[in-house]
């Protein structure tokens, strides 16, 4: 063989060789090892800003304080305080209720004191005014204060409120615009040896037509039970829930509205954060779902006459993955798969990931927090207040939430953390059961590019203009007022329900199927972390498209209505059984 | 006349031609000796130079194979069959060591070296076992050795107490070599090695991190930050930076292209998850971190019935058992086999219960750190949720307060004895008869 076909044959043969190989590395199946993927998370898809920090020109000035200047390291001081927004004036704006927290106080700095709570009316276009004094509620603080729930209790048609916080809580009823404290002979007595109340949920559990009340309480920490813990660096800091003793949680059921007895037959105590009332199996009962802090979630089943069954393991709700419970603190749910179903998520500690749970029916769920992009964000957050919200009103819910450390000198060094802001990425069309969600907190807006203390967060429309406007709780920090100032291509209608009883329907569902694509959304007890969210839901329309809400109240009763009685682009009113709608504001 | 000046030329010509083609072949004969043994020498020296890159990359396997390559060239050189010798012992290959090392006594190689690397296989081969930790650390320190520990007899010390499981001695000789050579990157990366399995994570990236600063491209130092940055951070940016820069030196180490696959999972990617942890076990079907992945990516995304297919693989492989359990209990449960559920979601509980128990008994040791039983109930408590690497550091513990320790002696024995290092086996008869009493 001459040269030149020697060296023809020698390169064909690498020729082929590497062909071959590079076939082998790109072929399906054949990914090599070192393979760059492609990047799930960060999708900036949305044009900012979502929210608008409008706080300053609002009149609402608050800020939540827990007394941490006395520099006792107390677990207390860790848990900061939530926020209600309800109408309580009937004027058809959203009110805001703010717990203040508290102080030590004394030569010893060890008397619990309370800072002020403070009601802020809704004056429209954004501006609010303090009538705390006006409306009956306590001017000075009159307790270690948290969380606030707000609920029509007596079916008369005003919401009512209730105040938690360290040593008692504080039921306000609402007469007419006007708070009367009615905590005395409310029998909202302590199920346990000590009171420590954070978040509470109302729903009707026993079907009677009146709201019924869960109340999750904490550790039975004290200034006599108040052991030295070292965090980083060996510095005193606060301790962790797992050195207490949890304290039970309490079951209220609803004497007709003038009362309240204690059953807490199989409810279990644990350090409770956050409380979340829903029809989570579908069967048309309210169910409880109790987020602990470094124990077991609880899932209480309904079977009927408020007898529940504790679940959480069971149904795959109780931890992660593995089974490992979290410091969890806020909770929310939703169908934000499309199946129908509510799914639930978690806002957990540093350490962890926040948990979604996707609901497969039959009372499973499946951890699914790395396939819908939840977990992408890491583990540095400790998360408080949540909700799922469809900030750019697209039909399929998103999700806010409110990060911020417990610790005074934590390990990453940084106690105040940046909020989330997730984007559904579901559209019309996907398969039921699969969500993923996208970091868009980069389009938030202001709020989202510099870190806070969040705790409690609650979701509602504050100016009635079909787009969630969300209220922040930071411990130390004011008070924000975000609105939402994104502009969406979607029409909506908003639907404000009353139920026959009772007047709070928890646990109604509401579908509405607009062509091939169908929404479903419930009114919901608790939720988030220590708050309170607007009752009212919006759901998004396509512009012109026809569409039909259906409305299964917790009675059983279904309802239905077309695009042509509701309309859109506005508020309305469904009263239970009535054949129409009522303008909103309606009672 | 024309013919009368022709007749001495075809004499001339034979014998010139003769001449001529014997030189040649001489020549050739020669040339062919000078290559061969140039090829022979050039073969041999790259062999050498390739066993010592190789021994710089701490790869004894190949190193071996390449010093062994260079005999075959040139088979009495004592001063590889010394280096073979050296790095056999360190590679564990004993034997051949000592087969090595009687050569280079024949071979007449420094007699005083051979004497000292026969005292340093035997210390290595033996584990150590039976020298007390102050009786090494004067052997250490001995001024007469030289003025300064030798970092030969420290790594000896170091791997015969690590493959005994003895860790903190262990690290105790990389403390001291480190007390004298602050700058050598290998006691760095072996001491980060063994924070890590004593969960002691931030002294292990801080001896990783150190040895970067030398050897930016050191595999297991990267491997090593990448596992912390993912277990303890969930920083998956720099957790998968790591990981790729440790494959691009080592492309084939599953444990790099596992931690990949981790990141790219908690990012949510499990398709690219999926097939990393594919490839790993098409590697290694029993390779129990892979599995346990795959079997929980599957579980994620619904896909139930190969969910199961890698859980069992995973829990017969000896996977975290409360993990498994409980990722068991549900896939049973959401393929409607109550049963199963039920019997697994009672493990899970049951296991949950001891780690509870042990978290407690561990805070309870850490309260009495002299007190010996303390020390033995935590790993009493580990064994019992399948920590017994764990388990045997308690035990091992519990023994450096008391000596006799029967019930810490008994549960070592039981552990060296379920090993496959056949090096153990004399381990655990040793804590056999210690526990049987005087």
């Not at chain 2, 409980?326 to 949950?352: H, I, M, N, P, S």
């Amino acid at each position: 063989m001459s040269l030149s076909r020697t060296r023809l044959a020698l390169f064909s043969t690498l020729f082929l060789i590497t062909t071959v190989s590079c076939q082998r590395a790109t072929a399906p199946g054949h990914t090599p090892a070192t393979s760059v993927p492609s990047e799930p998370g960060d999708d900036v898809s949305v044009r900012g800003p979502v929210f608008a920090d409008v706080t300053a020109a609002s009149g609402l000035a608050f800020t939540y304080r827990n007394g941490e200047d006395a520099d006792h390291q107390a677990i207390l001081e860790s848990l900061g305080g939530g926020v209600a927004l309800f109408d309580y004036d009937h004027d058809g704006l959203l009110d805001i209720f703010l717990p203040g927290g508290g102080y030590f106080d004394g030569p010893d700095k060890k008397k619990f004191r309370g800072h002020p709570n403070r009601l802020f009316r809704n004056l429209g276009e954004w501006k609010f005014r303090d009538v705390t004094a006006d409306c009956g509620l306590p001017i000075d603080g009159p307790f270690y204060s948290h969380g606030a729930a707000a609920s029509d209790y007596d079916n008369d048609g005003w919401t009512d409120l209730l105040v938690t916080g360290y040593g008692r809580l504080a039921l306000y009823r609402n007469d007419k615009g006007h708070f009367v404290d009615v905590t005395a002979n409310s029998g909202l007595k302590d199920p346990g040896a000590m009171h420590w109340s954070t978040s509470a949920g109302w729903g009707d559990l026993n079907a009677d037509g009146w709201p019924d009340l869960l109340v999750v309480h904490y550790v039975n920490w004290s200034f006599q039970n108040h052991p030295a813990c070292d965090g980083a660096n060996k510095k005193p800091d606060i301790c962790s829930p797992s050195l207490f003793e949890p304290l039970p949680h309490a079951l209220y059921l609803n004497q007709t509205g003038k009362n309240f007895t204690l059953q807490s037959n199989g409810i279990k105590a644990g350090p409770g954060l956050g409380v979340l009332l829903a029809d989570l199996d579908g069967d048309g009962r309210n169910d409880i779902y109790v987020a602990n802090d470094r124990t077991d979630n609880y899932l209480y089943i309904n079977r009927g006459m408020a007898a529940f069954e504790e679940i959480g393991l069971r149904a795959g709700v109780s931890g992660d993955e593995a089974g490992r419970p979290g410091g969890s603190m806020g909770v929310d749910a939703a169908d934000c798969d499309g199946s129908g179903r509510l799914s639930l998520f978690v806002t957990n500690f540093a350490g962890e990931e926040h948990a979604l749970y996707l609901n497969q029916g039959a009372s499973r769920f499946t951890y699914s927090s790395r396939v819908a992009g939840i977990a992408a964000i890491g583990r540095r957050f400790v998360g408080f207040g949540t909700g799922f919200i469809d900030f750019d009103r697209d039909g399929a819910p998103d999700l806010f939430i409110a990060n911020g450390h417990v610790l005074r000198r934590p390990a990453s060094g940084a106690r105040n953390q940046d909020a989330i802001l997730f984007r559904s990425l579901r559209n019309t069309g996907d398969p039921a059961g699969r969500v993923r969600f996208a970091n868009v907190s980069a389009a938030g807006g202001d709020y989202f590019k510099t870190t806070h203390m969040g705790r409690g967060a609650a979701f509602g429309d504050l100016d009635n203009d079909g787009r969630i406007d969300i209220v922040v709780s930071h411990t130390n920090e004011p008070v924000v007022l975000l609105r939402n100032v994104f502009e969406p291509k979607s029409e909506w209608i908003g639907i404000s329900l009353i139920g026959k009883a009772p007047k709070d329907p928890v646990g109604a569902v509401l579908t509405l199927n607009e062509g091939d694509r169908r929404q479903v959304q419930t009114i919901k007890g608790g939720g988030s972390y220590m708050s309170s969210s607007d009752p009212r839901l919006v759901f998004a329309l396509a512009a012109g498209a026809n569409y039909r809400l259906t409305v299964r109240w917790p009675s059983g009763q279904v309802q239905s209505f077309d695009d042509a009685a509701l309309g859109r682009n506005r508020y309305v009113a469904i009263q239970e059984g009535e054949n129409a709608p009522r303008p909103f504001p309606t009672r | 006349m024309e013919t009368a000046n022709r007749a001495p030329r075809p004499f001339i010509k034979r014998r010139s031609f003769r001449f001529v083609a014997a030189a040649l072949v001489l020549i050739g004969i020669g040339s062919a000796i000078v290559a061969y043994t140039v090829r022979a020498n050039r073969a041999a020296e790259r062999s050498r130079a390739q066993a010592d890159q190789a021994i710089e990359r701490l790869e004894f396997s190949k190193a071996i194979e390449h010093l062994r390559n260079y005999l075959a060239e040139r088979p009495a050189s004592p001063d590889v069959h010394f280096l073979l010798a050296r790095t056999l012992r360190r590679d564990g290959q004993f034997d051949e060591c000592a087969n090595h090392l009687e050569e280079c006594k024949r071979l007449g190689y420094d007699p005083e070296a051979v004497r000292r690397e026969m005292m340093l296989l035997e210390l290595q081969r033996s584990g150590a076992r039976g020298r007390s930790t102050d009786e090494l650390i004067a052997m250490v320190r001995d001024p007469k050795q030289s003025p300064a520990p030798d970092p030969v007899l420290l790594e000896t010390l170091y791997r015969a107490d690590f493959v005994m499981r003895n860790l903190d001695r262990a690290a105790l000789w990389l403390h001291i070599w480190l007390e004298h050579y602050p700058n050598d990157w290998m006691p760095h990366l072996w001491r980060g090695e063994i924070h890590e399995k004593l969960l002691r994570h931030d002294r292990a990236q801080a001896d990783f991190a150190q040895v970067l600063e030398s050897r930016p491209d050191q595999p297991q130092a990267l491997r090593g930050l990448g596992q912390i940055a993912l277990s303890q951070r969930t920083d998956y940016v720099e957790a998968e930076s790591y990981f790729r820069r440790s494959l691009a030196v080592a492309p084939r180490h599953p444990d790099a292209r596992l931690g990949l696959a981790m990141c790219r999972y908690g990012r949510g990617d499990l398709n690219d998850a999926r097939q990393l942890a594919q490839g790993v076990l098409d590697e290694n079907y029993t390779h129990i971190g892979a599995a346990m992945l795959l079997g929980t990516i599957e579980a994620e995304s619904g896909n139930q019935d190969e969910a199961l297919r890698w859980l069992r693989v995973a829990e017969k492989g000896g996977a975290n058992p409360q993990a498994v359990c409980y990722q068991l209990a549900q896939v049973f449960r959401r393929t409607g086999q109550t049963a199963d559920a039920d019997r697994y979601e009672r493990k899970f509980t049951e296991l949950r219960d001891t780690q509870r128990a042990i978290d407690a008994a561990t805070r309870g040791a850490q309260r009495e750190p002299n007190n010996a039983d303390r020390q033995a109930e935590v790993g009493r408590l580990c064994l019992a949720v399948g920590q017994s690497d764990l388990a045997a550091q308690w035990f091992l513990k519990a023994l450096t307060i008391d000596p006799n320790h029967r019930s810490s002696h008994a549960a070592l024995a039981d552990y060296f004895a379920r090993q496959t290092d056949p090096r153990l086996a004399g381990r655990a008869e040793f804590h056999r008869k210690k526990a049987s009493g005087p």
